[in-house]
């Protein structure tokens, strides 16, 4: 049985003491930035479109474009007019403040254990820093940035650990794994509750009892994970998406993994198919997109209507030949089917608490209700998102 393990960085495989660490690396950027601009505005804009990224649940805007868009703007300069200077802050200057950090010298080991049962081991980091950054914390706590799946940063993330949805788009990212997962970290509010929302067992390390919200699976310094893990039935650790809030973290992320997952994908490529009778890409895609046009939104649309109604499910198997999905633009169909998403997330939001119990009756399934039906909205998500994942693995693996 293959674990899934998500591992916080902060507090969690490096110490940080974050009073020091964060005014050092602020004053060190508007050092840097003196010559260009004014350091009182610098903070002024870094913290405002931080706050901006904080708050951002839009599945079509990455953090990075979240926090360009604002940070720029409030500046009065181009991105380009700063480009080299932070490429070499992050170069040269950041590396500095490794001083305000410390290895955890039981880290190493563990995750090199880890790897060795042929546990899947990602580094669920708040993207709030670019990819550099978090690559320089890595090393300063003994890793090598390549050895992990995914290390989350603001170029590849749209949403922030305080958000359920960021949950779901890092599973996404790993290809929406079977089997156990289990997320480590030290911090509630951004660590355990959010992902014990998205239905994750959590491991909460240094944890103080006056601070657990008990949700918490298991409990202990960094070094007690491997003993408690080697001594759990990892059956146990089986994620549940079944609620209301997990069902909305899963459709609120599809996009937002569909567009990471295709961002450096040629246009040549998004009609590849591996094997015949396979879909490619932008089949998938376009089938995600008309049914969550024609189908999605048309049963919930009953659903809120009235009570018990009936959910048709029109036959779909059709539409790739008919519609000639493989010659549609894939990148296209992408943002058709995310600006339709965007809709339904919303609705679903501003739906009453009432009615997520409203009883209907399914064309397949039978008697079931308005909770129900949205989950098998988003298991059909997790089943594309999976297909979608295979595809682009083999595709990599053909180019290396």
């Not at 600006?339 to 997520?356: D, G, P, S, Y």
């Not at 909205?377 to 990599?396: E, G």
Request: hydrophobic share 45%; with cysteine.
């Amino acid at each position: 049985m293959t674990l899934t393990i998500l591992f916080d960085l902060d507090d969690t495989l490096l110490d940080t003491n974050t009073q020091a660490f964060v005014p050092a690396y602020f004053q060190a950027l508007a050092e840097h930035l003196a010559p260009f601009v004014a350091p009182t505005l610098l903070l002024s804009s870094l913290l405002a479109a931080t706050n901006l990224m904080l708050g951002s649940e839009d599945p079509s805007r990455t953090l990075q474009e979240v926090f360009e868009a604002d940070f720029y703007h409030r500046l009065g300069v181009s991105k380009s007019d700063l480009a080299e200077t932070l490429e070499d802050f992050y170069d040269n200057v950041f590396p500095r403040i490794q001083s305000k950090t410390k290895p955890r010298p039981e880290a190493v080991p563990l995750i090199e254990w880890a790897f060795a049962q042929g546990f899947r081991v990602a580094i669920a980091t708040d993207p709030l820093f670019p990819r550099k950054a978090t690559h320089h914390r890595l090393r300063w706590a003994g890793f090598d940035p390549a050895q992990f799946e995914i290390v989350s940063s603001f170029e590849t993330f749209h949403f922030t650990k305080t958000h359920t949805a960021y949950y779901a788009e890092i599973l996404g990212q790993l290809g929406w794994p079977e089997g156990p997962v289990l997320m480590v970290g030290n911090d509630a509010e951004r660590d355990l509750i959010p992902a014990s929302r998205l239905g994750l067992k959590t491991y909460f390390i240094d944890g103080d009892p006056a601070s657990s919200p008990g949700l918490e699976a298991g409990r202990g310094k960094l070094a007690d994970l491997r003993p408690w893990l080697e001594s759990t039935d990892l059956a146990a650790l089986e994620p549940s998406f079944q609620s209301r809030e997990a069902v909305l973290a899963i459709l609120q992320s599809t996009p937002a993994v569909l567009r990471t997952l295709t961002c450096s994908l040629p246009p040549e490529q998004w009609n590849i198919e591996l094997s015949r009778g396979d879909w490619a890409l932008n089949e998938i895609v376009c089938h995600l997109r008309d049914t969550e046009r024609e189908i999605h939104q048309l049963q919930l649309k009953l659903l809120l209507e009235r009570e018990d109604a009936f959910i048709p499910r029109p036959d779909t198997a059709v539409w790739a030949s008919e519609r000639d999905y493989l010659h549609v633009n894939g990148a296209a169909a992408l943002r058709e089917f995310t600006a339709a998403r965007i809709e339904t997330v919303q609705t679903l939001k501003n739906a009453a608490e009432t009615v997520w119990a409203r009883r209907a009756r399914h064309a397949i399934f039978g008697p079931t209700n308005f909770l129900e039906v949205c989950g098998f909205m988003a298991d059909h998500d997790r089943m594309h998102i999976q297909q979608a994942w295979k595809i682009l693995k083999s595709l990599r693996e053909q180019r290396v």
